[in-house]
């Protein structure tokens, strides 16, 4: 398939799904409760064991495989992203929607009433008859499984083929999760970024400036450098003899006796 | 000026036919000296101090015959009464002068330091002439120290040596402040 065979379907497609948005709903409801006027035999027949009964499943139809390959091209240069869609879509996961269900304007009697007046005559005695509970589960039991009700299986895949092809919507987790638990947060997974991508790269070793260097640089830069020990860096003074340091004041002994007699004289005076 | 030698030839003559030792003209006898400590533990302060004082002036004595002590130099001195002191045996002698005061040192010195010092008192006084007075100021293993001075002021070094006071710091306040 060519590209352009890809654009042209995938623009019929969008073409579909506009025109099917733009119909008013109020309609298509007439048209399905009309379409389904011969199957509301049962409802007439509503009771007891009907409401308890487990509602019959819709049909298993499946749609043929939809194989749809979108080549997705970045504007940046090299980045080429092909994205292959294989899916297998069946119609009873469509069918299961609750939201289309709720979603859509509940349709009144009075629009009923025009096709097949004989099952809205039912209907109100039904609804006159039976307590509110009972009305209640019945609605309930029609909300979950309108198996009375069949519905255009068509526009469904073309819907969900739109939204894949446009990414309107991402798919949503799946309901009535249990509540997480409390304690401690897994750990965050480990991502790995393209340094390409993210333009964070790891440096590289600055090359030595001489080449005595390169051996020691290359080994520092494997080995962290070992820690020092201080030593310390002494600076002295230098000093020169001289002779002109010393500054006498006077003599430290004037006493000095010629002879032994005139010593002993002087210790003798003390 | 030649420095002053002391001559001791023939100074002391053993003669063996008589048993006799002489000194300087004058009979001496060879004691041993531990028979000398063991007189001056037992005998009275006053005849330890005849004793030294015996001793020295039979070595200042001999010193004199040797020299002129009125005009004796320091040097010759104590050159002759150390050469003296060193026949009898008593050990090294020197002088020292501390100021104006006259200290004896004695090295080697097998006597006790209470017989040194009226020992140097008498060989001083014998060489010199002059009467004078000591004190001991130090006493180790090696060496002692003697105070020579009169004997009023040699007196005021021993009261203060004995109060505790140091004998460097006793002969200063000797000095009264005169150098």
Request: with cysteine; proline share 9%.
């Amino acid at each position: 398939m060519s590209q352009a065979e890809k654009v042209g379907r995938l623009e019929a497609l969008l073409a579909r799904v506009r025109a099917r948005s733009a119909e008013p709903r109020r309609a298509r409801a007439t048209e399905s409760a009309a379409a389904a006027a011969p199957a509301a035999e049962p409802v007439t027949m509503l009771d007891e064991d009907v409401l308890d009964a487990p509602t019959r499943p819709p049909p298993q139809m499946t749609e043929a495989d939809i194989v749809l390959e979108v080549d997705v091209q970045e504007t940046s240069q090299e980045t080429v992203i092909g994205v292959t869609v294989e899916e297998a879509v069946t119609v009873e996961v469509s069918l299961e929607s609750r939201e289309r269900l709720v979603a859509a304007e509940p349709v009144g009697l009075e629009a009923l009433g025009d096709s097949s007046p004989e099952a809205a005559t039912e209907i109100r005695g039904v609804e006159q008859e039976s307590p509110p509970e009972v009305l209640a589960d019945v609605e309930e039991v029609v909300e979950d499984a309108p198996a009375s009700s069949r519905r255009p299986v068509a526009p469904e895949p073309e819907e969900q083929i739109a939204e894949i092809a446009f990414g309107a919507q991402e798919p949503q987790p799946p309901r009535h999760t249990p509540p997480p638990e409390s304690g401690r947060l897994p750990a965050a997974p480990v991502v790995e970024f393209d340094g390409d991508v993210t333009g964070v790269r790891e440096a590289t070793p600055i090359a030595p400036h001489r080449a005595e260097e390169l051996e020691p640089t290359a080994v520092s830069a494997l080995a962290p450098e070992p820690v020092r020990e201080l030593t310390p860096d002494v600076t002295r003074a230098r000093l020169t003899a001289s002779e002109d340091v010393v500054d006498v004041v006077g003599e430290a002994q004037r006493f000095a006796p010629p002879t032994f007699a005139a010593l002993l004289d002087a210790s003798l005076s003390l | 000026m030649t420095a002053p030698s002391f001559d001791p030839t023939h100074a002391v003559r053993f003669d063996l036919p008589r048993g006799s030792v002489r000194a300087g003209g004058e009979g001496v006898l060879l004691v041993p000296t531990a028979a000398l400590d063991d007189l001056v533990l037992s005998a009275p302060a006053e005849a330890i101090e005849a004793l030294g004082r015996a001793l020295g002036a039979a070595i200042g004595r001999r010193a004199a015959a040797r020299m002129n002590p009125s005009t004796a130099a320091i040097e010759a001195f104590v050159t002759h009464l150390a050469g003296e002191a060193a026949i009898a045996g008593v050990g090294a002698l020197s002088v020292e002068r501390w100021g104006r005061a006259l200290v004896v040192v004695v090295e080697d010195s097998p006597l006790v330091g209470t017989l040194l010092s009226p020992l140097v008192a008498a060989a001083v006084e014998a060489a010199s002439g002059r009467p004078v007075a000591c004190t001991l100021l130090s006493r180790d293993e090696r060496s002692a120290r003697i105070l020579v001075g009169s004997e009023r002021g040699v007196g005021r070094v021993r009261e203060w040596v004995a109060a505790g006071v140091p004998w460097g710091e006793a002969i200063a306040r000797l000095h009264g402040g005169v150098t």
